[in-house]
């Protein structure tokens, strides 16, 4: 099997949607590029128009391949530590007034568990490990998943798995639902596509459940030792923060407001930016909004432990991916 080398900070390659024109780019022309101060080098298309340029996958990748597809490791994020589960129920997590008025507002019984056949039938979503934390990051920033518990998965997929083929652009879908039997033939197991959120440029793929043999799993973010110099000077900084007493307003804006940062939500931030600053450019605006000021009293430790070892993830993926190795497979 094969385990591809790790590098969030990685070039990227984009095709232009007005001439098809290929590049490579880094971290800073893309930033540029958002901003509107750079545009394709060929045909001047900047960010703006229907056919901007985006990201597209590098005619070097080895996942064009089928093979190297069946015999590369893939990764996945999720908050379920059994997961893929075939026995899935869907309707597990609602209440019964909800269940109700799921029927009421149908008109029909069986409503529900069409609705919940169409739930199990979504396909799975495997990328690079790279493409599998930022997912993971983007969920706790962007979908207030801040506070749980998320478990990270190496997945083998079956040999004898029947691949779409070609590369073919992001499929589009509420929160990433999508059904294969609406893009492809019934027979097909596995679609490749761009990725152009998480780990850009790279290939991606949407499975049926089917198609996976075979997965490893442990919780993320990994444990920091308490004694990590910098998570106990975190921690120290915090437990005085919240002693002392919030800072007087020094701005009009900061005067117009009813709730002021309080001293503690300040150094908090003040941790998040330093940590981020040793992240990869494209990642650091992933990386705020992390602290439960009601759980410091509870816990004083766990918040600077949760962001290194978050930063972990990223900085060090050969600690992960060794202790992956240790875990055992499960046939799914």
Known sequence: MIERAVDFERLRWMRCGTCSNEWHINSEWLALFEQG??????????????????FWVSPDDPCHDDSAVG??????????????????????????????????????????????SRQRAKALHLGTYEAAIENML????????????????????RQDA???????????????????????????DIFRYVNTHEDP?????????????????????????????????????????AIRSAPEPKTDVERMRRHQKS???????????????????????????????????????????KLAGLAMLVNNPLAVLELLDTMPWREV
């Open 37 to 54: 101060a750079e545009a394709c080098p060929n045909c001047g298309t900047d960010y703006e128009p229907l056919g901007r340029p985006d």
């Open 71 to 116: 015999g590369s490791f893939w990764y996945h994020t999720s908050t379920h530590s059994n997961g893929p589960d075939r026995a899935f129920d869907p309707t597990a997590g609602l209440t019964t007034v909800t269940k109700r008025r799921f029927r009421s507002i149908s008109g029909d019984e069986s409503a529900l568990e069409r609705w919940a």
């Open 138 to 157: 983007r969920r706790m920033n962007d979908q207030d998943g801040v506070n749980d518990q998320f478990y990270l998965y190496r997945v083998r997929l």
């Open 162 to 188: 029947i691949i779409e083929p070609g590369v073919h652009p992001e499929l589009s879908g509420t929160f990433g639902d999508v059904h294969l039997s609406e893009h492809c033939s019934p027979e097909i």
């Open 201 to 241: 440029s790279s290939i991606s793929l949407a499975v049926r459940h089917e198609a996976i043999h075979a997965v490893q799993m442990i919780p993320i973010p990994l444990r920091v030792d308490a004694g990590d110099a910098w998570v106990s000077a975190a921690t120290s900084r915090l437990m005085e923060a």
């Open 263 to 305: 001293t503690l939500s300040i150094e908090a931030s003040s941790l998040e930016e330093e940590v981020a600053e040793r992240l990869p450019l494209g990642l650091r605006d992933r990386f705020d909004r992390y602290f439960d000021e009601s759980s410091l009293t509870a816990e004083p430790i766990a918040f600077p432990a």
